[in-house]
């Protein structure tokens, strides 16, 4: 009984300071790059990817698209056969996202040339690297590749991703805590709807963009891109929690939950205490879901994407709550978006006073998903999410809630108490 108190003790006090160092993290994107010149390891012929290290063979169809759109984007290919040809030849370098310390939305796809947001953590000193969000149609992020996907790509890469350079640097940087915090105000929960943040992201960078030296059409072209887009600003947030996560990584005895992630096939997460192992399940299908006309669950692939970093953080699903346009997402009730954010709250640790809830008397959002508590409650993270077709390339057709498999929290569980030699 007394060991058992101690360790229980250890335990309690290395996730005291898991979410102690978490919420003490400042994200400040310092930076636009491309790829090749600031992730680290990447190279030509590497192909970063979401979810846990997945082989070309085990890729699910939207994922393959994405990574052939990619490679045409690089001109290592010329068309898909060309593109499914070259994969074939293994010349081409797969690695998952969180192994680089990037992290992108859906497929996660990023190639050498892309340009990169480079988000530093001002407390910490850690960084982080996601693209731009393409936006919604036919996108590489969706698992759908068309000509005007490249089009698309090669603007980002060749006159907006050097033009919000410029305005990062006229800036000096930009919090993206600050925008968050008034974004969970206006009604989002910061990862399915970032209307609000997006737009006072907008609002902060106009007068610098529109006081450069380009043409007028070159700076509205940029301003329209981003207005069009109501997700712009989710790979912000995404590079923001990534690098709370890291600065919750890798502490002996804490069970916080530092990642989870899933690619189409797999979705695995990672547990501080127990470094960068992946525990991993098959990928679930979002059960609970609005379609759009004409699809249904059967067309739909399994969840997909880095974006769940933002729950592990303790916005997006479990901060459901702040977004009455997402009632219908959680039963059809705003009510029911309550009750799941309250629910988050009996497998997280604290609550995050920076991220008020504005309908629950500004309580912050549930904060430190504790691996034993899930385990425990059988409570699972409720992730907000987007639906891809299985394998026509139709890009998005639909959106709403999944939870994380079970099967992942009860392996690292299991291996934790193997690590840490505690009885079964």
């Not at 250890?10 to 300071?17: G, R, V, Y």
């Not at 600003?233 to 709370?244: D, E, G, P, R, V």
Request: net charge positive; aromatic share 8%; glycine share 10%.
């Amino acid at each position: 009984m007394i060991k058992t108190k101690y360790i229980a003790q250890q335990i309690n006090e290395a996730n005291k300071l898991a979410v102690e160092r978490l919420m003490s993290v400042e994200p400040v994107l310092t930076d636009i790059d491309t790829a090749l010149n600031v992730i680290p390891g990447m190279t030509p012929h590497t192909i970063l990817h979401s979810g846990p290290p997945i082989t070309w063979k085990r890729m699910c169809d939207p994922m393959k698209r994405a990574v052939k759109g990619a490679l045409i984007l690089e001109g290592l290919a010329k068309d898909d056969k060309s593109a499914e040809k070259l994969m074939k030849t293994k010349k081409i370098t797969l690695s998952a996202n969180h192994t680089h310390g990037s992290v992108g939305p859906m497929t996660g796809i990023i190639s050498a040339s892309m340009p990169v947001l480079v988000t530093k953590d001002m407390t910490f000193g850690n960084i982080s690297y996601s693209t731009f969000n393409e936006g919604g149609g036919k996108v590489l992020w969706f698992g759908s590749v068309e000509k005007e996907t490249i089009d698309r790509l090669r603007y980002m890469r060749d006159e907006f991703g050097p033009i919000i350079k410029r305005v990062i640097k006229k800036m000096g940087g930009l919090s993206i805590w600050s925008i968050l915090a008034q974004g969970i105000q206006m009604g989002d929960e910061c990862h399915n709807r970032h209307a609000a943040s997006t737009n006072i992201l907008l609002k902060n960078i106009v007068e610098s963009l529109f006081s450069l030296n380009i043409s007028k059409e070159k700076a509205f072209r940029a301003y329209k891109f981003i207005a069009s887009n109501s997700h712009f600003f989710l790979n912000f947030s995404m590079t923001a929690c990534k690098l709370a996560m890291v600065a919750a990584s890798d502490i002996e005895n804490s069970t916080i939950v530092t990642a989870m992630s899933r690619n189409g096939t797999d979705f695995g997460i990672r547990v501080s205490g127990l470094g960068d192992k992946w525990f991993i399940a098959p990928s679930p299908l979002l059960l609970d879901a609005l379609y759009n006309p004409g699809y249904g669950l059967n067309d739909g692939a399994p969840d997909i994407g880095d974006s769940s970093i933002i729950e592990t953080m303790g916005l997006g699903g479990f901060a459901i709550a702040a977004a009455p346009s997402m009632a219908s997402f959680a039963g059809g009730g705003f009510q029911d978006s309550v009750k799941i954010s309250k629910q988050m709250g009996q497998i997280t640790t604290t609550k995050n006073p920076k991220f008020g809830i504005p309908c629950l008397d500004f309580e912050g959002t549930p904060t430190g998903i504790d691996l034993r508590k899930v385990v425990e409650t059988e409570i699972l993270p409720s992730i907000n999410s987007a639906v891809v077709h299985k394998s026509s390339g139709a890009g998005q057709i639909g959106a709403g809630i999944v939870h994380a498999p079970y099967e992942c929290f009860t392996k690292a569980i299991m291996e934790f108490g193997k690590r840490y030699k505690l009885a079964a």
